[in-house]
């Protein structure tokens, strides 16, 4: 139902514009379409709910800084970081959707205010001798100039487009932190991705110096056949290894060159980039110690966490305008202007036509589309609450089981060092009885080989360690903090009641 009033010509009393006000809030008093029974007992879930206790002990450690990079005491690896954030594809498509969450912002901000319009027109008509208007104008041809400013003002009365704007900016700050999270993920996959180059040098390494070993045992084998103690057999035997690790050293190379043209990607750069890269060189990083507060303090040091945060603000906001639609929209509009046959008349104080007044729209039966657009809003917003708290739950096991990972391999490296010194020792004395005649073949390749294994597993254990950390990292936040940026987040759940009918609330 529309309810409206204009005033032609003259003006009206206050009283005449009032009338309808008062009409339409004893429809709304009437309860023509409400949104009774429709609600949401969802709620954002404090990290204090969690117990963390025993998995995330307060240790006294600092959150990660911005320059984390640095503590690996590689200074390669900053600058490819810096160089990756720059101008990156990835950061130019995250940096497009916070622009275009912002001018959506700009434009639900432009609907609080009045707007103002004007416009001319020029028409040549024949005008039939049979209808409304008479001789002279009846059967003859006639200019009509029209030239109209007007202004219209939704008073949004019950805070509408207010929710709107508040929703709006609520997905800009949204657009802001999923931005950050990109920031963080790119430095971290980068930072990944250089340690699996510096793994793979760290295996050729390897596989380099065993090629070498089994030259050796080849070497020693060839001197034995010619003694009469092996056969060509053994001969065979050490070629057909020697070969096999001078394979296993090209497959290395091979694989080396591929990080590289990943890590050229991650750069934003053609593949030609990576191979100017140097070899890394990485080193443990700092003691890994957990900060004090910390399922508290997380929920603003991680950017999916604060852009989940926003989500449920955004869609609070959304069920708050979906209830202002229950109530009566009221504008204000006016017009002036000046319309008239040809030149002559239409700057005259006769061709002037004037409209003003109030329009009110105030539903009265929808068949339940309101209902059904409330409960449509409530769902988004259980939706964002039921993902907020998924969110919370992931981040804290993330940080928990990197930790573990980090305290089981620390202690795998120990038992696998020593390992790897039993091993080397045995091969060692392998070689020389072998040499001297006193072991076959076959006992100082398969010393070999055990060295070579323990070999590998501390390489791997310790790339695996730094993977580790640097997953550590990312879990708590990469060095982001929202309390120092406007996405600072607010405790408890946005309210999604209508409390008050005020545009501010």
């Given at each position: 139902?529309?309810?409206?009033?204009?005033?032609?010509?003259?003006?009206?009393?206050?009283?005449?514009?009032?009338?309808?006000?008062?009409?339409?809030?004893?429809?709304?008093?009437?309860?023509?379409?409400?949104?009774?029974?429709?609600?949401?007992?969802?709620?954002?879930?404090?990290?204090?709910?969690?117990?963390?206790?025993?998995?995330?002990?307060?240790?006294?450690?600092?959150?990660?800084?911005?320059?984390?990079?640095?503590?690996?005491?590689?200074?390669?690896l900053p600058k490819l970081i810096?160089?990756?954030?720059?101008?990156?594809?990835?950061?130019?498509?995250?940096?497009?959707?916070?622009?275009?969450?912002?001018?959506?912002?700009?434009?639900?901000?432009?609907?609080?205010?009045?707007?103002?319009?004007?416009?001319?027109?020029?028409?040549?008509?024949?005008?039939?001798?049979?209808?409304?208007?008479?001789?002279?104008?009846?059967?003859?041809?006639?200019?009509?100039?029209?030239?109209?400013?007007?202004?219209?003002?939704?008073?949004?009365?019950?805070?509408?487009?207010?929710?709107?704007?508040?929703g709006a900016i609520s997905d800009?700050?949204?657009?802001?932190?999923?931005?950050?999270?990109?920031?963080?993920?790119?430095?971290?996959?980068?930072?990944?991705?250089?340690?699996?180059?510096?793994?793979?040098?760290?295996?050729?390494?390897?596989?380099?110096?065993?090629?070498?070993n089994r030259q050796d045992i080849?070497?020693?084998?060839?001197?034995?056949?010619?003694?009469?103690?092996?056969?060509?057999?053994?001969?065979?035997?050490?070629?057909?290894?020697?070969?096999?690790?001078?394979?296993?050293?090209?497959?290395?190379?091979?694989?080396?060159?591929?990080?590289?043209?990943?890590?050229?990607?991650?750069?934003?750069?053609?593949?030609?980039?990576?191979?100017?890269?140097?070899?890394?060189?990485?080193?443990?990083?700092?003691?890994?110690?957990?900060?004090?507060?910390?399922?508290?303090?997380?929920?603003?040091?991680?950017?999916?966490?604060?852009?989940?945060?926003?989500?449920?603000?955004?869609?609070?906001?959304?069920?708050?305008?979906?209830?202002?639609?229950?109530?009566?929209?009221?504008?204000?509009?006016?017009?002036?202007?000046?319309?008239?046959?040809?030149?002559?008349?239409?700057?005259?104080?006769?061709?002037?036509?004037?409209?003003?007044?109030?329009?009110?729209?105030?539903?009265?039966?929808?068949?339940?589309?309101?209902?059904?657009?409330?409960?449509?809003?409530?769902?988004?917003?259980?939706?964002?609450?039921?993902?907020?708290?998924?969110?919370?739950?992931?981040?804290?096991?993330?940080?928990?089981?990197?930790?573990?990972?980090?305290?089981?391999?620390?202690?795998?490296?120990?038992?696998?060092?020593?390992?790897?010194?039993?091993?080397?020792?045995?091969?060692?004395?392998?070689?020389?009885?072998?040499?001297?005649?006193?072991?076959?073949?076959?006992?100082?390749?398969?010393?070999?080989?055990?060295?070579?294994?323990?070999?590998?597993?501390?390489?791997?254990?310790?790339?695996?360690?730094?993977?580790?950390?640097?997953?550590?990292?990312?879990?708590?936040?990469?060095?982001?903090?929202?309390?120092?940026?406007?996405?600072?987040?607010?405790?408890?759940?946005?309210?999604?009641?209508?409390?008050?009918?005020?545009?501010?609330?």
């Amino acid at each position: 139902m529309e309810i409206k009033t204009k005033i032609h010509r003259s003006s009206r009393n206050l009283g005449t514009w009032l009338s309808p006000l008062a009409a339409a809030a004893a429809l709304t008093l009437a309860g023509c379409v409400n949104y009774a029974g429709i609600k949401s007992d969802h709620q954002i879930e404090p990290p204090a709910k969690y117990e963390t206790q025993q998995s995330l002990p307060t240790e006294g450690g600092q959150w990660p800084s911005l320059d984390w990079s640095g503590q690996f005491g590689d200074p390669q690896l900053p600058k490819l970081i810096d160089e990756a954030l720059k101008d990156n594809p990835s950061i130019d498509e995250a940096r497009a959707r916070v622009d275009k969450a912002a001018a959506y912002a700009g434009s639900a901000k432009s609907t609080l205010y009045p707007n103002a319009s004007a416009s001319y027109s020029w028409q040549r008509n024949l005008y039939s001798e049979n209808t409304v208007y008479p001789s002279p104008i009846g059967g003859s041809w006639e200019s009509e100039n029209t030239l109209l400013t007007g202004a219209s003002w939704d008073l949004d009365f019950w805070g509408k487009n207010h929710q709107k704007l508040k929703g709006a900016i609520s997905d800009a700050n949204v657009s802001e932190a999923e931005m950050e999270e990109v920031r963080i993920t790119l430095a971290t996959s980068v930072a990944t991705t250089y340690n699996e180059l510096a793994r793979l040098y760290a295996l050729r390494d390897i596989a380099a110096n065993e090629l070498k070993n089994r030259q050796d045992i080849e070497q020693i084998t060839n001197g034995r056949v010619h003694a009469g103690l092996d056969t060509n057999v053994e001969r065979e035997t050490a070629n057909g290894d020697t070969a096999t690790i001078r394979s296993s050293v090209t497959s290395l190379d091979g694989q080396i060159t591929t990080v590289r043209y990943q890590l050229a990607a991650l750069l934003g750069a053609g593949p030609d980039r990576g191979l100017a890269i140097a070899v890394p060189t990485l080193g443990t990083g700092a003691t890994v110690s957990l900060p004090d507060n910390l399922p508290a303090d997380l929920i603003s040091r991680r950017p999916d966490l604060v852009a989940a945060y926003w989500q449920v603000d955004s869609a609070a906001h959304g069920v708050k305008e979906a209830k202002a639609e229950f109530f009566p929209d009221i504008n204000l509009s006016a017009s002036l202007g000046l319309d008239a046959f040809g030149w002559g008349r239409f700057l005259t104080a006769g061709s002037r036509q004037i409209q003003a007044g109030p329009a009110i729209h105030l539903p009265i039966f929808d068949a339940g589309a309101l209902r059904s657009q409330l409960k449509g809003r409530y769902a988004d917003f259980d939706y964002n609450v039921a993902n907020y708290n998924k969110t919370l739950v992931n981040a804290l096991s993330e940080v928990a089981t990197q930790v573990t990972l980090i305290r089981s391999t620390d202690k795998q490296l120990v038992d696998a060092q020593a390992a790897l010194d039993a091993q080397t020792k045995a091969y060692q004395l392998a070689a020389v009885r072998y040499r001297s005649g006193l072991n076959e073949q076959l006992q100082v390749l398969n010393a070999d080989d055990n060295r070579l294994a323990a070999d590998q597993a501390v390489a791997n254990l310790q790339m695996d360690r730094r993977n580790q950390q640097i997953a550590l990292i990312k879990a708590m936040g990469g060095g982001f903090d929202a309390t120092k940026t406007d996405l600072a987040t607010q405790s408890g759940t946005p309210d999604t009641t209508l409390s008050a009918l005020h545009p501010n609330r």
